[in-house]
């Protein structure tokens, strides 16, 4: 069962005496389960309003979307996916921990358990001692951390992101990047990523989905360069979580990770190989090609 | 670990500014009030016209306990009225948030009560529920600060910013969760706000209230039959409580929209 699978999806706006304006058109996109697929284009291409329909927060105007098996509301509904936007979106008016336990808490988990949750996905993303702090007392790479980790807490197949690095520095951008990868290869989830970053595109995914615009519409799909560690999500057969021998710690103990972590060093040397680069101007050439 | 030193950090530099901010209108305060008693003194300003400092200063001791069990009356229907009307404001705004059918119905509803001149108001309920009961100038009080409440929390409440909506979406939270989790929190500051200009406009509200009947036990009837007996001094006497009084409820409502609506600082280092 595929994580999303999209066929024949069209989204119109109608902006009144504009006329209707084609966001999507003939959208057909398969995601695998574990798999990583970028969503790369220029403004306006529909790439975050394709993205949108999938989260349900789109109503597509034609074609059939189907989350994890679901429809898309039903996916929602059951909150199958986790979401990260571009801006962190986090509630100045509760602490880290509390932001990450959002999630849970709307869904009515017992306080203990959401707080042991949440403790464990901040250690995941490397904020574990700035759990009591408020929001604005982090900086922007940080807030965007705990609002990945908001997006992990009810340990979802399939995580959705809409430029969620768009706002910080390369330096940063990096290293969440190695992040991400690392999150994804340990929790096993399907990643569906917005990005308008040629380099990020390819770093990240499997597979990269080329876009273009008027219509809005998919022009390529080019094999990224995601690196992996040694056993990779697939053979390890995870349920999009963590161990849950690590739920009742309020720290992610180093035992719980699998023997085999994907280390910065390798997405790093991905970075500087030769395929990387042949990649990057593959995916430049099929951008270039859909915008003529 | 971190608040005391969040704490220190404010309070240091903060104090000194204040208290420079303070001395000014102090000394203004006592150089007016000297000059005040000068000219009465030495101008012959009748009684009934000015009476002088010293004068209401003495009338102020005099009927000091009076003037206490007054003042206690007079904001007592204040501070009930102001209970009442900040929990129907913040209800009502939440409502409105909540459904357009309320919203329409309500915002036209408090616009035009904010219309309702309260000495229109305070002999029509003091005739409908009688003049041995507190009900009518709580009621006007009520209805003063309903107004302020209601239009600083209803835009509160609409600023949620999209992010916000699409994360509460995305979690499908139910509209009530939305309010409880995003939108009242998110409008705190708003309705902290609303509390603070509606804390003083309830004291007037219930001075003015009593000048049209009713009990004689607040401070409005006092100064009232002080100025009918041309007891001009002791009018001042109840004045000044009267001033001490909205003082009061100002200054409450400003302490209290500052705790509610502390942030934190930025970005510790």
Redesign the interface.
Same mark, same amino acid.
């Given at each position: 069962m595929n994580a999303v699978e999209l066929t024949g999806v069209g989204k119109t706006f109608d902006t009144g005496a504009r006329g209707p304006v084609h966001a999507l058109s003939g959208i057909e996109l398969r995601v695998e389960p574990g798999e990583f697929v970028s969503l790369i284009g220029p403004s306006g291409c529909g790439k975050s309003t394709l993205l949108?329909v999938v #989260?349900?927060?789109e109503q597509p105007s034609c074609g059939s979307v189907v989350v994890g098996g679901k429809s898309a509301r039903q996916a929602?509904?059951? /909150?199958d996916?986790g979401?990260a936007?571009q801006?962190a979106?986090l509630?100045?008016?509760?602490t880290v921990v509390a932001n990450v336990e959002?999630?849970l808490?709307?869904?009515g988990v017992a306080k203990a358990e959401r707080r042991a949750r949440a403790a464990e996905l901040l250690a995941l993303v490397g904020l574990a001692e700035f759990a #009591?702090?408020?929001p604005? /007392?982090?900086?922007g790479g940080m807030q965007q951390r705990v609002a990945i980790a908001r997006s992990l807490a009810t340990r979802p197949k399939l995580l959705l992101m809409d430029e969620p690095f768009g706002a910080l520095d390369e330096m940063t951008r990096e290293r969440m990047q190695a992040e991400l990868l690392r999150i994804a290869d340990e929790t096993g989830a399907a990643v569906l990523f917005v990005t308008h970053s040629i380099p990020e595109a390819v770093v990240l995914s499997d597979r990269v989905v080329v876009m273009s615009p008027r219509p809005g519409r998919i022009t390529d799909v080019i094999d990224g360069r995601r690196p992996r560690s040694g056993s990779g999500p697939a053979g390890r057969g995870v349920d999009g979580a963590l161990p849950d021998s690590a739920l009742p710690d309020s720290a992610l103990p180093d035992s719980a990770l699998p023997d085999s972590v994907l280390a910065d060093e390798d997405v790093d040397g991905v970075r500087e190989s030769a395929e990387f680069f042949a990649a990057v101007t593959e995916v430049r050439e099929a951008l270039r090609k859909g915008s003529a | 670990?971190?608040r005391p030193t969040v704490a220190t950090a404010v309070a240091g530099p903060r104090r000194r500014p204040s208290l420079d901010r303070v001395w000014p209108p102090v000394a203004f305060g006592i150089l007016a009030l000297v000059l005040w008693e000068l000219v009465v003194t030495f101008s012959g300003v009748p009684a009934f016209l000015l009476p002088a400092p010293s004068a209401i200063a003495a009338q102020v001791v005099a009927a000091f306990p009076t003037i206490l069990a007054t003042a206690a009356v007079t904001g007592g229907n204040a501070l009930v009225g102001l209970v009442v009307g900040f929990v129907m404001g913040v209800g009502l705004a939440l409502l409105a948030a909540r459904s357009r059918i309320v919203s329409e119905l309500a915002t036209p509803l408090v616009s035009a009560a904010a219309a309702v001149p309260i000495v229109a108001l305070a002999p029509v309920f003091t005739t409908m529920f009688g003049s041995t009961t507190e009900v009518p100038r709580r009621l006007v009080v009520s209805v003063v600060v309903v107004v302020p409440v209601f239009v600083s929390t209803a835009r509160g409440l609409a600023q949620v910013?999209p992010?916000?909506h699409?994360?509460?979406?995305?979690?499908?939270?139910t509209p009530g969760?939305f309010a409880r989790?995003?939108r009242l929190?998110?409008a705190?500051p708003y309705i902290m706000t609303g509390l603070r200009l509606a804390a003083p406009a309830s004291v007037i509200a219930a001075i003015v209230a009593e000048y049209f009947g009713g009990l004689q036990n607040g401070l409005g009837s006092r100064i009232t039959s002080a100025a009918a007996n041309t007891a001009y001094a002791r009018a001042w006497a109840f004045v000044v409580a009267s001033i001490i009084l909205g003082l009061l409820f100002y200054l409450a409502g400003l302490l209290a929209e500052r705790i509610v609506t502390r942030?934190?600082?930025?970005?510790?280092p």
């Open positions: 949108r #989260a349900d927060l929602r509904l059951d /909150q996916y979401i936007f801006q979106g509630l100045e008016w509760r959002l999630p808490h709307v869904h #009591a702090l408020r604005s /007392q982090l900086s | 670990m971190t910013t992010v916000h699409d994360l509460m979406t995305a979690l499908a939270a969760q989790f995003v929190p998110g705190v942030t934190p600082t930025r970005r510790e």
